[in-house]
């Protein structure tokens, strides 16, 4: 399965960005994960396939992830984002249906997407 993640930007703060995530297969857990400068990628977000979600305490509130079956797509939606939002954002998918909050789950990962946002 190949994931190609796309939606980054540069982004006052306050504002949103949309991520999107398309997968060349069926995937069932898939998770988002960041990584700042000089820090370790961490978890931010995950859905199952039966849509139940988890997030970070950090994102809470605003940011929402979903997903499409029909498209094999998940999406991030990221609103009211701070400075220190500010990382490459990855995508990544596991075949089975793991704690979404590992990174050790995830069978697949995608390339990384730049998100800035400035203050």
């Known amino acids: 399965v190949q994931l190609q993640a796309s939606g980054g930007g540069l982004v006052q703060a306050g504002g949103s960005l949309r991520l999107a995530c398309a997968a060349s297969g069926r995937t069932f857990t898939m998770g988002w994960f960041r990584q700042a400068p000089g820090k370790e990628r961490r978890f931010v977000a995950g859905?199952?396939?039966?849509?139940?979600?988890s997030y970070v305490d950090s994102v809470k509130g605003r940011f929402t992830t979903s997903r499409d079956h029909a498209k094999n797509t998940v999406y991030l939606q990221m609103n009211s984002l701070k400075p220190e939002d500010t990382a490459v954002y990855y995508c990544?998918?596991?075949?089975?249906?793991?704690?979404?909050?590992?990174?050790?789950?995830?069978?697949?990962w995608g390339q990384g997407t730049l998100v800035t946002v400035s203050s």
């Open positions: 859905i199952r396939w039966n849509g139940i979600t």
């Open positions: 990544a998918a596991a075949r089975g249906s793991p704690n979404p909050t590992y990174s050790r789950n995830y069978d697949y």
